[in-house]
């Protein structure tokens, strides 16, 4: 357990469903973001969240929509996905934003699948 | 954008030999981190690197930082079985819209034969 809860671990959805994924964290951090991993690739940033303020977008399409209620939540709404969407996606949470960044707090990932 | 390029992407070693990874920035970060994940598992952090030149050792783990603060490297000294995985390093630039993110490099993949 790392202290960065995300549900589900795993998910199949087809390209005209709509799903959340969810994170959760009691660490007492002031910044969550989402990153998307897919093979081959590096770590990309896709949104950072700031005391519940979204300060980062970064380029990532609209069919991803973030959403934070509060300081201890982060939610990634999805709909009309396509294919090449299928990747694991992580939730982190920080200390900041700020300088120096301090170190992140992975959750474990939702693993995600797009037919 | 802002990148930091890690080589080498695969390393096969032998229980017992060492194994080194580099990151470069072209501009001057203000602090670097490095990151461990397990296959199958998740990041996770391991170090944050802030002064120029500055090193920094855990058990048989060295992390250095330039003293331009424009590299990085991380060094293991006679690599076991449980340091199979992917070591990524994490470059963060102060201001601008860059302020409080990190980037990821594309990290090495570390494969250990006993």
């Known amino acids: 357990e790392t202290g960065v809860t995300q549900t589900p671990r795993h998910l199949v959805m087809g390209m005209t469903n709509k799903k959340s994924l969810k994170c959760e964290q009691h660490?007492?951090?002031?910044?969550m973001y989402w990153y998307k991993q897919s093979a081959k690739k590096p770590l990309e940033l896709m949104f950072v969240?700031?005391?519940?303020?979204?300060?980062e977008n970064n380029s990532v399409p609209s069919r991803f929509s973030p959403e934070c209620p509060n300081s201890s939540h982060l939610f990634l709404h999805l709909h009309t996905l396509q294919p090449e969407d299928s990747a694991l996606y992580l939730c982190?949470?920080?200390?900041?934003?700020?300088?120096?960044?301090?170190?992140?707090?992975f959750g474990s990932g939702t693993r995600l699948t797009v037919v | 954008g802002q990148q930091v390029m890690q080589i080498p992407q695969y390393q096969h070693v032998q229980e017992g030999e060492d194994f080194t990874t580099y990151c470069n920035s072209s501009?001057?970060?203000?602090?670097i981190q490095w990151y461990k994940q397990r296959p199958g598992g998740h990041p996770v952090f391991l170090i944050q690197?802030?002064?120029?030149?500055e090193v920094k050792k855990q058990k048989r783990l060295t992390f250095q930082f330039g003293e331009a603060k424009k590299n990085s490297s991380l060094h293991i000294t006679a690599t076991q079985t449980t340091d199979v995985g992917t070591y990524f390093c994490?470059?963060?630039?102060?201001?601008?819209?860059?302020?409080?993110?990190?980037?990821f490099g594309q990290g090495t993949i570390l494969t250990v034969h006993p």
């Open positions: 982190a949470s920080s200390q900041g934003p700020g300088h120096p960044v301090y170190g992140y707090t």
């Open positions: 660490l007492g951090h002031n910044a």
């Open positions: 969240y700031s005391l519940e303020e979204r300060v």
């Open positions: 501009t001057t970060l203000s602090n």
């Open positions: 690197l802030v002064k120029s030149g």
């Open positions: 994490a470059g963060a630039w102060a201001g601008g819209t860059s302020y409080g993110k990190l980037t």
